[in-house]
């Protein structure tokens, strides 16, 4: 004890010069992390914000008690249940819900810095916030606190059963709670509470947007929203009440009650749960939640419909990658593609009954009379790249304009050694393929070799750019070496983008061919659009 107390008074005494033992006072108590090797700056790993209520594991979680003794922040190795990209086996546990924070030495109560909070993504169904993937030397580098949050995955964050106990969601307002904690407790570590800037990439982009579109209090002053928003189509799907039951079964247990089959699976180990998700696809992702009196509701409309109040007063950076479909297309037999890819992807935003002309106005712009060979790939390549990624990026960029918004658009199109999905899939082809960009904001550790003079050239362009943003609100509040051209916002008159490349390089209106032709048939067809038909009834 006499110990902890000369440690209170020395971190007392010293707060205002730079940190040397990585011991925090927080609200909750004191929390002790450890002294990165790999550069000057603390880690404070695996902190939980929240828990899961095992009695209903699919629920909303509940908050993590005060520490009785100094919490020891020194594993980042919690991920919640999942089938792991990795090496594809199932792993994970519900005692999940931690953050990892970094924080540069130099960060004081006197010298407070930005902070970054990162959502991955992975389809709302893997991912997780370790350094495996997300190692923070290249942007703590850039004197900014990082934070990296978990979130519950497939049935346990994205079950949407329309009912108080299960409203859906549950993934998101995880997000939540975790925002909510770094709001209230990033000044124990030598963070700005009053400039916070969340980012993330693909479903966490549309994380991101989400949090943008929601009514709850605002918890951040930036965005960034790397290749994904909630214009996505495959952001938002229906609720299904009979999940719990078709679960339930594949696990042996025969029943028609939702509430039956649900205590059920909260006794059951949640590998098994994983597997039976498995089993019965695409029926875990974000959903418009109903009422309930005292249950906290996240997704309140469509996000086709919804207003983004919040673009007027916080600041938004979004963009994509030029070639988003260029793993999936690039070496698929040509026996798997198929012409229906039109009417299956159209079929998931629009109304088709009532128009035919829809599926052949969309093939004959891509394709034109072509059957399906290798001279076509890539055209069919570049419609789903549009529509499931491009286009719902561009209609976001409207709707923040529309409220107000003050928003920085980006191409990434840079292809170099650390592509990190070309990487993993051995390909060569140029161009950034979806999810490239990762690891030239972070040190992935699948690279076991250090960055080549090109790729560091661009993890330094890319963090600087990012870092800026969070600092300033401005990525490129001067021209420098590094960065020698003023990036501008758009306006609804002009659409410049930064292409970040070998070179950066302005532009405007990326892909205009066949974003013109998006938005001609959004604005005609905006009819057809489900969304809108089921406000209209």
């Known amino acids: 004890m006499k110990v902890v107390v000369v440690n209170l008074v020395l971190l007392v005494t010293v707060w205002a010069l730079p940190r040397i033992d990585p011991l925090v006072e927080t609200k909750l108590g004191l929390i002790r992390g450890l002294q990165a090797t790999d550069g000057d700056y603390s880690m404070f790993l695996g902190i939980p914000f929240a828990k899961v209520n095992a009695s209903n594991p699919f629920g909303p979680s509940l908050p993590y008690p005060e520490f009785e003794d100094v919490f020891e ?17 199932i792993v994970g546990t519900l005692d999940c819900l931690h953050l990892n924070v970094y924080v540069p030495n130099k960060a004081t109560s006197r010298n407070k810095l930005p902070v970054l909070v990162w959502i991955y993504g992975g389809g709302f169904s893997i991912g997780f916030a370790g350094r495996f993937v997300h190692g923070p030397k290249y942007l703590v580098k850039q004197d900014i606190i990082l ?54 990439e693909s479903a966490g982009g549309v994380s991101v947007d989400y949090h943008l579109i929601s009514e709850q209090e605002k918890l951040f002053n930036q965005v960034i929203l790397q290749s994904g928003t909630a214009q ?88 994509y990658n030029n070639q988003e479909m260029l793993v999936p297309y690039v070496n698929r037999p040509i026996s798997t593609l198929s012409l229906n890819m039109f009417k ?40 789903e790249a549009d529509y499931t990624f491009g286009h719902p990026v561009h209609r976001s960029l409207s709707k923040y304009l529309d409220n107000g918004g003050k928003v920085y658009h980006y191409i990434f199109s840079y292809s170099g050694d650390r592509n990190f999905v070309k990487y993993r899939n ?21 690279f076991k070799e250090s960055p080549t003079k090109e790729d560091q050239l661009v993890i330094d362009r890319m963090t600087t750019l990012w870092a800026n943003f969070a600092k ?24 410049p983008y930064l ?28 009819h057809l659009l489900k969304a809108n038909q089921r406000q209209n009834k």
């Open 344 to 383: 299956n992807n159209l079929a998931i935003m629009f109304d088709l009954s009532n128009d035919e002309d829809l599926e052949t106005i969309m093939r004959q712009f891509y394709v034109g009379d072509e059957e399906v060979s290798d001279k076509i790939r890539w055209d069919l390549m570049n419609f």
């Open 472 to 495: 300033y609100g401005d990525p490129t509040p001067e021209t420098t070496d590094l960065l020698p051209i003023k990036w501008d916002p758009i306006t609804k008159d002009s659409l």
């Open 147 to 200: 934070v990296t949050l978990n979130y519950r995955l497939g049935p346990y964050g994205f079950m949407c059963l329309d009912t108080p106990e299960v409203p859906g969601n549950q993934g998101l307002k995880d997000q939540l709670s975790a925002l909510r904690w770094i709001k209230e407790h990033i000044d124990s570590f030598g963070g700005d509470a009053n400039k916070i800037t969340i980012f993330g």
């Open 499 to 526: 292409n970040i490349d070998n070179e950066l390089t302005l532009g405007s209106r990326p892909f205009h061919k066949r974003t013109t032709f998006l938005d001609l048939f959004y604005k005609t067809n905006e």
């Open 232 to 319: 996505c189509p495959w952001a938002v799907m229906d609720s299904d009440r009979n999940t719990p039951t078709a679960l339930a079964k594949r696990l042996g247990l025969d029943t028609d009650d939702v509430n039956d089959a649900l205590k059920f699976l909260s006794t059951v180990e949640p590998d098994l749960v994983i597997a039976a998700s498995l089993e019965i696809p695409n029926r875990f992702m974000p959903c418009i939640e109903k009422d309930f009196d005292g249950v906290e509701k996240f997704i309140a409309n469509h996000p086709v419909n919804s207003a983004i109040p919040k673009a007027k007063d916080i600041l938004i950076l979004s963009g």
């Open 73 to 89: 922040a020194n594993d980042d190795t919690a991920i919640c249940p999942q089938r792991e990209e990795f090496d594809n086996q």
């Open 426 to 446: 051995n390909i060569t082809i140029g161009g950034a393929s979806h999810a490239d960009e990762i690891s030239y904001l972070f040190d992935v550790s699948i």
